[in-house]
């Protein structure tokens, strides 16, 4: 239940992020849209994101065509991931196999950039 809570307020922060902050709409847009998921390995929880010019799109599930995928190994791996999401803890989680990631891995920078202007 807390994994869902988290994953839901990770896409009204984007959604914040993008009406509050001209800095995240020009990264957006001169990244390129980014359509990513993130969930649990057996996505028994699971939301999609999809970051565009036009604004902020965010939905149950995983869809198939998501550019990136990041699993998570249990539900609280994947909490303690999303309340920090730093560089650092991100390669800890890779490190410690708590996260997988499928799909497009060039577009992780992409990811992360986006992520910093949340916790502002």
């Given at each position: 239940m807390k994994l869902r809570f988290v994953l839901w307020m990770l896409g009204q922060l984007l959604k914040r992020a993008w009406r509050r902050q001209p800095e995240f709409r020009d990264a957006v847009a001169a990244k390129g849209p980014l359509h990513f998921g993130i969930g649990l390995?057996?996505?028994s929880v699971a939301r999609h994101y999809h970051l565009h010019a036009d604004g902020v799109e965010a939905g149950e599930g995983l869809p198939i065509s998501t550019q990136l995928e990041l699993r998570f190994r249990d539900a609280d791996a994947a909490v303690a991931f999303l309340k920090?999401?730093?560089?650092?803890?991100?390669?800890?989680?890779?490190?410690?196999?708590?996260?997988?990631?499928?799909?497009?891995?060039?577009?992780?920078?992409?990811?992360?950039?986006?992520?910093?202007?949340?916790?502002?």
């Open positions: 390995e057996d996505l920090r999401p730093s560089p650092r803890h991100f390669r800890e989680a890779l490190m410690s196999h708590r996260l997988r990631v499928v799909g497009d891995v060039a577009r992780l920078d992409t990811l992360q950039a986006l992520l910093r202007y949340l916790r502002r």
